[in-house]
């Protein structure tokens, strides 16, 4: 079968005209995972392999990340995870926005209907399945193991502060700079001076009902979990320390040792180093809103009260747990190395 629809995803990243895709990471994984939908239809996987994957690389990169209709011939219906997707087979080809006359009339609808194109939200239509960390670290033992995004519910036990907590990264595709003679350079911009713009990179330990684990809370997550942007807080540090050099450890910022104590639902990523065996660390894409408690029993009996001793009490924990500076007390606690 063929399919053909607009992309809502590449890697389980949002295209736009700043997206790179890692050809290093593709060639390793020998896969590019989309989702697409066609029309107003359900958003549906689609998986592209080995040839596929390479021709879909090359035209988007082509496109400058710009590319939004896609059409991909003699599809291989299949389960992933219980879900079904479509998967390239070796005489499939890939064709995208103008370079056929389907994938143009296509273009030509979804110009003209960009309500309906963008009525799913690209973020919430990858549905992370649920996880445990047990599950998880079941999962990644599994030799049919493949990369993929789990939803995980676990409690922030401390910052692991014997590494940095953020990094300085290229202003328009986030990829860590390097520092060259005078200036700092981009390698997969390939440009010789950039900007930087400092990142999240915060390693966490975190705990659940039996198991333990180390996140790594990368970019835009960490802004989601602490409400701050990196180089918001960066930027105050220096300022409030103006004699320090560049080159200075900047500490852990108090927004994000708040943190400590929150149960918070994640969207982690199981890479390729995780299925490998290289590293049972596990990062984190995405950190989920606190939801609002739900009120329970007569609204209007010793509610202020309990809510009152409630917020106390939580006060007091939260205290007991910075106390001693990152970590908190009861739990095993993270390790350098």
């Known amino acids: 079968m063929n399919y053909i629809g607009h992309i809502k995803l ?11 895709l890692d050809e290093a990471e593709i060639a390793a994984s020998r896969r590019v995972e989309l989702l697409v939908q066609t029309h107003d239809d359900p958003v549906m996987k689609l998986y592209l392999w ?12 082509a496109s400058g990340g710009t590319a939004r209709v896609i059409l991909v011939t003699t599809l291989n219906p299949k389960r ?22 389907e994938t143009l009339f296509y273009l030509s609808w979804l110009n003209s209907n960009l309500d309906v194109a963008s009525r799913v939200n690209a973020e919430v239509v990858t549905k992370p399945e649920p996880a445990t960390l047990g599950e998880l670290f079941s999962y990644m033992n599994q030799a049919s193991a493949k990369v993929g995004w789990f939803e995980c519910t676990a409690t922030i036990d401390g910052v692991v502060h014997c590494s940095g907590w953020y990094y300085i990264g290229c202003g328009v595709c986030h990829t860590k700079a390097t520092k060259g003679p005078t200036t700092l350079m981009c ?43 990196a180089a918001v807080l960066v930027e105050r540090y220096y300022q409030a320390n103006d004699s320090v050099g560049g080159d200075h450890i900047v500490s852990v910022p108090q927004a994000m040792i708040d943190t400590i104590g929150q149960t918070r639902k994640f969207i982690v990523k199981v890479s390729n180093h995780n299925l490998t065996a290289k590293t049972q660390t596990l990062t984190v894409t995405k950190v989920l809103p606190l939801e609002a408690p739900k009120p329970e029993g007569n609204l209007r009996e010793n509610v202020g009260e309990e809510a009152d001793t409630e917020r106390e009490d939580h006060a007091d924990e939260s205290v007991k747990r910075g106390a001693d500076g990152i970590e908190s007390e009861g739990v095993k606690r993270a390790k350098c190395g």
Do not use: H, W
């Open 187 to 229: 390698k997969k911009c390939g440009k010789s001076e950039i900007i930087g713009v400092a990142q999240y990179l915060t390693k966490l330990s975190v705990y659940d009902r039996n198991d333990q684990a180390v996140f790594v809370v990368l970019g835009d997550a960490g802004e989601e979990l602490t409400g701050k942007k």
């Open 50 to 61: 080995d040839k596929a994957a390479f021709e879909f690389y090359e035209k988007f990169k």
């Open 80 to 101: 992933f995870g219980g879900v079904l997707s479509l998967s390239a087979m070796a005489s499939s080809q890939v064709f995208l926005d103008s370079d056929v006359q």
């Open 10 to 20: 590449v890697n389980g990243k949002v295209p736009s005209d700043s997206l790179l």
